[in-house]
């Protein structure tokens, strides 16, 4: 049932609001996954007052706005992201006081706040589901093929692995392309429309400052629903267009949302924002998304799956940047987030690596999206055992009892979910005073935000020097960006004042110097004459 706030008042306004540049274009948002974020109340699952307790850290690391992942009532069967009822917060992360407390807080720190949407599917437990015949209304319920409809109404799959239909008691069947538990909605039905609408209004009511739409790309299936032909669906995925995904009808969708987005906002003197997630085969249609009628930003997986090579993360940033500069819009940048492999695991080379490729990132034009636990160099946990996993991919991928997945995600999202270390030199790391609801490595000691603050080496403080100088140096964030001759294996662009210079290789480079160092990811050696670039490092020079 929908919460009420127990003591309403006018809500407080991020900082900066009002008319003018938006915010969001040159903005570094951090994502919190809450359940893995802080617990405060002992049962090793975090949540809102534990995020809320922690946001000084966000505050001291120097971003500007917090990504929150979905904390609405839900059986969970997704980590959220299966909502049964999206005005009312899950006991397990708190009640809707706790959330306007922490949007309260986050304003006064300074920082802004964004909040998941999942308009794809509800959770299977969502009232119009539960009513049979609302759910035949509002969600994607087919007859089967076969003689006596025993089977599926075509071949497509679910992300998660299996087949993306379930049969019912009364023989027809309905559409999920995730889990069972998490049914699509039908958006050819004007009254839910009409429901996320005010779903939006009721949380930008109570003061967040834009939301992060989940599965943006996939609200609208094609006609008929036609067969794809093959199996392994779930690499197809951003690799072409579906007739699950990157339908031009969710257009509309978005367009209409911008209206209410800016309407609101011109009526409150807010800029509140729309994030989309979504997976589009190339760049330009990614641009589609974040068209000046449609939403602000759109997260940019291509970066996210380029190799470590510098012609491959030149050809990709041009690309990116050519297609979002095309349509009036920021680019955004990201490395991590909860559904994909932490990139101090992922790009090879360790922490090396990482820690150059965050500060590629950072200098790029637009706006950059951290995860929780990047700044720490966390790497992804490789070796959960499989009776703590959650992730239900790993259990529809076929993935238990070592067997091979045979279509789907790999199921393995649970290793970048595992909770944050604070302090101390034993698990859970001052996570909270019940353990965590998965296990943490026994040698994190050393990368607790405890152990690295102060320590000029750590990448915490590389974090934090990093965003401090982006603040700082006008030549960062949105605006220009030139490419700079550099030999083989080196990257090299220019801001205005600043040139990055990134050795993607895994030896030294020297080039001659181009300037006053600001900061490098990996020590930086040489003469008057040279300076010489360590292998799988980046660095920012005031030129």
């Known amino acids: 049932m929908t919460q009420e706030l127990t003591s309403p008042s006018p809500a407080p306004q991020a900082p900066g609001t009002g008319r003018g540049p938006g915010w969001w274009r040159d903005a570094v948002i951090y994502q919190v996954y809450v359940r893995s974020f802080a617990d405060s109340d002992g049962d090793g699952i975090g949540d809102l007052r534990g995020a809320r307790a922690r946001l000084p850290h966000l505050k001291d690391l120097g971003v500007d706005a917090v990504w ?165 669906q779930a690499k197809l995925i951003g690799n072409q267009v579906l007739p699950f995904f990157d339908q031009d009808g969710v257009h509309a969708i978005h367009r209409t949302w911008r209206r209410l987005l800016d309407g609101y906002g011109d009526a409150h003197g807010r800029q509140v924002v729309g994030v989309a997630e979504a997976w589009a085969p190339t760049a330009e249609r990614l641009a589609l998304y974040v068209r000046p009628d449609e939403l602000h930003q759109a997260f940019n997986f291509q970066f996210l799956n380029a190799p470590w090579e510098a012609d491959a993360l030149r050809s990709v940033i041009g690309t990116s940047l050519a297609a979002t500069t095309s349509v009036g819009a920021p680019t955004t940048w ?112 050393a990368l607790t935000v405890e152990a690295q603050t102060g320590d000029p080496a750590s990448t915490l403080e590389l974090y934090r020097t990093a965003l401090a100088l982006r603040r700082q140096l006008p030549g960062l964030g949105d605006g220009e960006m030139s490419w700079a001759p550099a030999p083989d294996g080196v990257l090299a662009f220019t801001r205005p004042g600043v040139l990055c210079a990134v050795n993607t290789l895994g030896h030294e480079v020297e080039l001659p110097p181009p300037g006053a160092l600001l900061l490098a990811s990996a020590p930086v050696t040489g003469n008057g004459h040279a300076a010489v670039l360590p292998g799988d490092s980046c660095t920012w020079w005031a030129i």
Not at 125 to 130: A, D, I, S, V
Not at 383 to 407: I, K, Y
């Open 68 to 232: 929150l992942t979905p904390f609405y009532a839900s059986p969970q069967a997704d980590g959220g992201y299966d909502v049964a009822d999206y005005r009312a917060v899950d006991p397990l992360f708190g009640s809707l006081q706790d959330a306007d407390d922490l949007i309260r807080t986050a304003h006064e720190l300074g920082l802004r706040v964004i909040v998941d949407i999942v308009p794809n599917h509800t959770s299977d437990r969502h009232p119009w589901f539960r009513d049979p015949e609302l759910a035949r209304q509002r969600y994607l319920f087919r007859p089967g093929k076969g003689e006596s409809g025993e089977l599926p109404p075509n071949d497509w799959e679910s992300v998660f692995g299996g087949p993306a239909w379930t049969r019912t008691e009364r023989g027809d069947w309905y559409l999920h392309l995730f889990a069972p538990e998490q049914p699509d909605l039908n958006w050819d039905n004007p009254e839910v429309h009409a429901e996320f609408e005010a779903i939006l209004r009721f949380w930008l009511d109570l003061g967040v400052d834009g939301f992060r739409v989940d599965v943006a790309h996939g609200m609208i299936k094609a006609a008929g629903l036609p067969d794809i032909g093959h199996g392994q």
């Open 334 to 445: 990201v490395l991590s987030n909860h559904d994909v492999v932490r990139h101090t695991t992922r790009l090879g080379g360790g922490l090396d690596r990482a820690r150059a490729a965050t500060l590629l990132m950072l200098a790029l034009p637009g706006s950059a999206y951290l995860y929780q636990g990047e700044e720490l160099g966390l790497p992804e946990v490789t070796d959960l055992p499989d009776e703590a996993r959650q992730d239900p991919a790993f259990f529809r991928g076929g993935r238990t009892a070592g067997a091979a997945a045979t279509s789907g995600q790999d199921g393995f999202r649970d290793g970048c979910r595992v909770p944050l270390p604070w302090s101390g030199e034993l698990p859970p790391y001052g996570f909270g005073d019940g353990g965590s609801w998965l296990p943490q490595p026994d040698d994190w000691a």
